[in-house]
């Protein structure tokens, strides 16, 4: 994916500084290209001690070795191992958009996020640019958490009704949301080696709540299909023939030496380009979490 003006090391710099002035961000380097482990930026799970992932055999290595949640998410957050999203990410943060160049930008991966023990996993493609990677909360500070957040407070799945910044109030009840990848990636675009190597991340992190996950939400496409190899890793047994994505799609699995079945619902992403032309509505992603609380929590009041 890089282009003539490729440095040596495979990383189009010129490129990336130029998509971020056409994006209509004002440079700011002062301040720095990403916030640094453990300097106070509320909820924070790393430290300058946290060891730091620098390629995908590192990546696999510290995801596995994560004794708790904690320890994933702190490990998660301070990734290095695609260049490629580095790179942009950290060239995002020190080129903000305009109407946020007076904040810090985080410019870090952003890591799994929510309750520890959830009934329910909501799984994302990857941070935006100028939401998750400017909070460092995924979904938070974008068009796309707002339509989000704004359902699960509705579905009885959040305390608020919006997420806007870390440190703002908000929490999820019995739920949690990841991506399955950590970086905000240009043109919202990944690719297949970025997914790859950044696949332990989330494998780890569906081992850790294997005993505890009823629901497991994909939002969008390409949620749905990195996550079936990543389920299989974690220990999830997988229907077959796969079945393809749709909006309100069923697939039934199983975990555990007991089989314990957990339910994978299919859900368009609320994307602007999704709400904005109404393939999205307020009322379908209710149904879809309203179908999720349900199989998740039956009668019990998430969260209590």
């Known amino acids: 994916m890089t282009g003539t003006g490729a440095a040596p090391d495979g990383l189009d710099r010129t490129g990336s500084r130029q998509q971020a002035d056409e994006a209509g961000l004002a440079p700011d380097r002062a301040a720095g290209t990403a916030v640094p482990p453990g300097s106070g930026w509320p909820d924070d799970p790393a430290t300058m001690a946290t060891p730091v992932a620098h390629g995908a055999d590192e990546v ?42 007076a904040e810090r930008y985080w410019g870090r991966p952003v890591p799994g996020w929510g309750d520890e023990r959830p009934r329910i996993l909501i799984i994302g493609l990857a941070p935006a640019a100028h939401g998750g990677n400017r909070t460092g909360r995924i979904f938070t500070g974008d068009r796309s958490g707002d339509w989000l957040f704004g359902s699960l407070h509705r579905c009885g799945l959040a305390a608020q009704p919006t ?123 209710d149904d879809i979490f309203a179908r999720a609380r349900h199989a998740a929590f039956g009668d019990l009041t998430p969260g209590s």
């Open 60 to 101: 696999t290595e510290l995801a596995r070795g994560s004794a708790t949640m904690a320890e994933l998410a702190a490990r998660q957050s301070v990734c290095r191992a695609c260049p490629r999203l580095v790179s942009w990410r950290e060239q995002v943060a020190a080129h903000k958009r305009r109407s946020f160049q």
């Open 163 to 285: 997420s806007v910044a870390a440190g703002d109030g908000q929490r999820l009840l019995g739920t949690r949301m990841a991506a399955a990848v950590r970086c905000a990636p240009p043109a919202n675009r990944p690719s297949p080696q970025e997914r790859d190597t950044c696949a332990p991340w989330l494998a780890a992190e569906l081992a850790q709540i294997a005993g505890c996950v009823r629901v497991i939400v994909a939002l969008g496409g390409f949620a749905w299909q990195a996550s079936w190899p990543v389920l299989r890793t974690a220990g999830f047994a997988l229907p077959r023939p796969r079945p393809p994505f749709r909006h309100g799609g069923e697939a039934g699995l199983t975990v555990g030496a007991a089989a314990r079945p957990v339910l994978l619902l299919g859900c368009y992403h609320p994307s602007q380009q999704n709400t904005f032309t109404g393939r999205v509505t307020h009322g379908m992603l």
